[in-house]
Nanobody, 123 residues
Framework: QVQLVESGGGLVQAGGSLRLSCAAS????????MGWFRQAPGKEREFVAA?????????YYADSLKGRSAISRDNAKNTVSLQMNSLKPEDTAVYYC???????????????WGQGTQVTVSS
C-alpha cells in the first residue's frame, strides 16, 4: 500500500513556473514507477509525465507539457516532483500524483493515487 500526498499547487500568471511535489509513504518507494496526471474542469484526466523506479533519464512526457516540464524523484526522501515552466492558462487543472508497481514509464494504468493539488494559471 502506498499513500501519496501532493503539494505545491497554487495560482500563477501565464509564463510563470510551479514545482509540484508528492510525498509517498512506505518503504518500497524505489520499486514504483511514479506519474503525474491532470484533470481540467469538464475534461477527462490525462497523463502528464512519468519516471521509472530508478529515476534518472528514464522518463516519459505527454506532448502537452513536453519541453516545459521536468519530472524527478528522490528515492532517499520518497518524493517525486514535477517542475513546470512557461505555464499557460490551459495548464489549469487538478494535478495528481500516482504510483504503480510496473517499471514501464509508458501506459496510464496506475495503482495508487493522491488527492490532487490545484494549479490555476491566469492570463
Amino acid at each position: 500500500q502506498v499513500q501519496l500526498v501532493e503539494s505545491g499547487g497554487g495560482l500563477v500568471q501565464a509564463g510563470g513556473s510551479l514545482r509540484l511535489s508528492c510525498a509517498a509513504s512506505g518503504r518500497t518507494f524505489n520499486r514504483y514507477t511514479m506519474g503525474w496526471f491532470r484533470q481540467a474542469p469538464g475534461k477527462e484526466r490525462e497523463f502528464v509525465a512519468a519516471i521509472s523506479p530508478w529515476g534518472g533519464d528514464s522518463t516519459y512526457y505527454a506532448d502537452s507539457l513536453k519541453g516545459r516540464s521536468a519530472i524527478s524523484r528522490d528515492n532517499a526522501k520518497n518524493t517525486v516532483s514535477l517542475q513546470m515552466n512557461s505555464l499557460k492558462p490551459e495548464d489549469t487543472a487538478v494535478y495528481y500524483c500516482a504510483a504503480r508497481f510496473n517499471p514501464a514509464v509508458t501506459g496510464t494504468a496506475y495503482d495508487y493515487w493522491g488527492q490532487g493539488t490545484q494549479v490555476t494559471v491566469s492570463s
